[in-house]
């Protein structure tokens, strides 16, 4: 496992990009980028935007064949930085007409995430080659290693990701449907 720098940026979005370009059913990430044209632009501007928060407000780790990633952040704080990241998101990703609905998104994420103390697994992405394989299994748990003794939370939208996460120690303790989705709450201690 590798704690990533700025360095691995450009693979990361690849291995995310890669990750989430196929996937098309209703959840958080086609929630925000849409399913139409400039999909695969409006994606890797998601996971930019992404993997330059989790660098500035918490961790990013990839595994050592370079074809897994999993982003936390243990705690967002202002800064302009961070401000102008979100202003190109809303303008390059999200458009100004869909920011209400994001805006929405967020207000029910918040609701469950009301604690402070606890790191947000914010993301994972494994390149569809390696899915199935174990790869992403192997660099999960080698980081909640790292966080060991940690209260880890995620939200998923994908039943089969509930399973995936379960085994290896994570419990539901939300879901609801408030985005015309399902959202699953889920929590490692």
């Known amino acids: 496992m590798i704690?990533?720098?700025?360095?691995?940026?450009?693979?990361?979005?690849?291995?995310?990009?890669?990750?989430?370009e196929n996937i098309m059913i209703d959840n958080s990430i086609n929630f925000i980028v849409g399913k139409?044209?400039?999909?695969?632009?409006?994606?890797?501007?998601?996971?930019?935007?992404?993997?330059?928060?989790?660098?500035?407000?918490?961790?990013?780790?990839?595994?050592?064949?370079?074809?897994?990633v999993i982003l936390y952040i243990h705690r967002k704080n202002?800064?302009?930085k961070r401000l102008f990241l979100e202003i190109q998101l809303a303008i390059n990703v999200i458009?100004?007409?869909?920011?209400?609905?994001?805006?929405?998104?967020?207000e029910v994420l918040k609701m469950n995430h009301s604690s402070?103390?606890?790191?947000?697994?914010?993301?994972?992405?494994?390149r569809p080659s390696q899915q199935g394989k174990g790869t992403g299994t192997v660099l999960l748990r080698e980081t909640l290693e790292y966080y060991k003794g940690k209260t880890i939370i995620l939200e998923t939208t994908a039943h089969?990701?509930?399973?995936?996460?379960?085994?290896?120690?994570?419990q539901v303790f939300e879901e609801n449907h408030v985005?015309?989705?399902?959202?699953?709450?889920?929590?490692h201690v």
């Open 3 to 20: 704690n990533a720098n700025n360095t691995h940026e450009k693979i990361i979005v690849e291995i995310l990009t890669e990750s989430f």
């Open 78 to 80: 202002f800064s302009i």
């Open 95 to 106: 458009g100004i007409t869909n920011i209400l609905k994001v805006l929405k998104r967020e």
């Open 179 to 187: 985005l015309n989705y399902p959202l699953y709450f889920m929590r």
């Open 36 to 68: 139409g044209k400039n999909r695969k632009n409006k994606l890797r501007g998601l996971f930019k935007y992404q993997f330059r928060m989790a660098m500035m407000f918490g961790k990013v780790f990839i595994n050592e064949e370079m074809n897994s």
């Open 116 to 126: 402070s103390d606890y790191i947000h697994l914010w993301l994972m992405g494994t």
């Open 160 to 170: 089969e990701n509930v399973v995936f996460y379960r085994k290896s120690g994570f």
